[in-house]
């Protein structure tokens, strides 16, 4: 019984003092995806934004149809992510393999439409080289994940979904990094092409180490076929 504590304890990754934090971010990237979808389908309107805030709006309004195109693939996705946990999902073999498969397309659209934007990032460069890092890495797992689903490796599928799942929270925990940017910006000076990469290379890192911490604590190693 001892030995299989480790394949538990995979079972339920956002338990206990992670789950809150988990599903933090999951509410700040569905936020995130739903105002940058309301301004963009929106009737334009005189905005009280920060003139920084408007000029970021305005810099996406070109790329409307890309970006909804990776908006709404991302917002589903973290939607529907907390039932990939569910431990009353997971006990229903047909609805936890739907979940799974849905995630798996709507990740695959994120990760190439991701691919796409970053051909014009807002923090030049510094930005463009942490999203294409970092969605690479999210491809990869999602790849290796899906690989081994199909072959019934579920433990390694597992291991290689948390990863995804780290990579793409990083979306989210750019938020809070971002709005410290942005609330400092009158004693700073800084721009939003200047923090933006700051920002994601910050969000991505820190979600992406947590997860190899948690797989790290958690015993994950590649398993057998189940």
């Not at 979808?37 to 920084?52: T, Y």
């Not at 899906?146 to 490796?153: E, L, M, P």
């Not at 700073?188 to 920002?199: D, E, R, S, V």
Request: glycine share 6%; with cysteine.
């Amino acid at each position: 019984m001892a030995a299989s504590a480790p394949t538990r304890s995979l079972h339920r990754p956002a338990s206990g003092l992670l789950w809150t934090p988990f599903l933090l971010l999951c509410i700040i990237g569905a936020a995130a995806a739903i105002r940058r979808i309301a301004v963009l389908l929106l009737p334009p309107s005189a905005s009280s934004a920060p003139a920084a805030m408007q000029a970021l709006d305005d810099h996406f309004t070109p790329h409307k149809g890309l970006l909804l195109a990776h908006l709404f693939p991302a917002l589903a996705f973290v939607l529907i992510l907390p039932a990939w946990f569910s431990q009353h999902i997971r006990a229903r073999a047909y609805l936890h393999r739907s979940v799974t498969m849905a995630l798996f397309l709507l990740g695959a659209i994120i990760g190439i439409t991701a691919l796409l934007l970053s051909s014009n990032p807002v923090g030049g460069v510094t930005e463009q080289s942490a999203v294409l890092l970092y969605d690479a890495i999210f491809l990869f797992s999602l790849a290796r994940a899906f690989a081994a689903f199909v072959s019934h490796h579920i433990k390694t599928h597992r291991i290689w979904m948390m990863r995804a799942i780290a990579v793409i929270l990083g979306v989210a925990a750019t938020r809070p990094v971002m709005g410290v940017f942005f609330a400092t910006a009158s004693r700073t000076n800084l721009t939003p092409h200047q923090f933006f990469g700051i920002a994601f290379w910050t969000g991505f890192t820190l979600t992406y180490l947590a997860g190899e911490l948690y797989l790290r604590m958690s015993g994950g190693k590649e398993g057998t076929p189940a």
